[in-house]
C-alpha cells in the first residue's frame, strides 16, 4: 500500500503537465462564463444569455461535470445579482462575456 501512496506522489506532478492543469483551466473558463451568464439572466440580457450557453455547448467538452459546473455558477450569480447588486451596462458584460469566450477556446485548444 506504501508502493502505491508512494507512486501516486511521484506521479501526480506528471499527469498535472500532461492535461489535468489545462482540464482546471477549462473549468475555470466554464464556471466564469457561467457567472457571467448569471448576471445576463438577471440582469435581463437574453442576447448574452444565449451567448455564453452556445459557447459553453460548442466549445467544452459534453461531459456532466462542465455542464454542471456551468448551472452552478449561473444559480449562484442569479441569486447574488438578486441581492440587489447593480446590473453592469449591457456593453462591459458583452465585453467581459467576449474575453471569457476567448479564454474558455484557449483553455479548450490545449487539450487538442
Do not use: W
Not at 501512496?5 to 457561467?34: H, I, K, Q, R, Y
Not at 440580457?45 to 444565449?50: K, M, R
Amino acid at each position: 500500500m506504501k508502493i502505491v501512496a508512494a507512486l501516486l506522489a511521484l506521479s501526480l506532478p506528471a499527469l498535472a503537465n500532461t492535461g489535468l492543469a489545462a482540464t482546471d483551466e477549462g473549468m475555470a473558463a466554464v464556471e466564469v462564463l457561467g457567472r457571467l451568464n448569471g448576471i445576463a439572466l438577471a440582469c435581463q440580457q437574453p442576447a448574452l444569455v444565449s451567448r455564453a450557453r452556445n459557447a459553453v455547448v460548442t466549445t467544452a467538452p459534453k461531459t456532466r461535470s462542465y455542464g454542471e459546473a456551468f448551472e452552478k455558477a449561473t444559480n449562484a450569480a442569479y441569486i447574488e445579482q438578486g441581492k440587489g447588486a447593480t446590473c453592469p451596462d449591457a456593453a462591459s458584460l458583452a465585453s467581459n462575456m467576449a474575453a471569457a469566450e476567448k479564454h474558455l477556446q484557449e483553455s479548450f485548444a490545449k487539450l487538442k
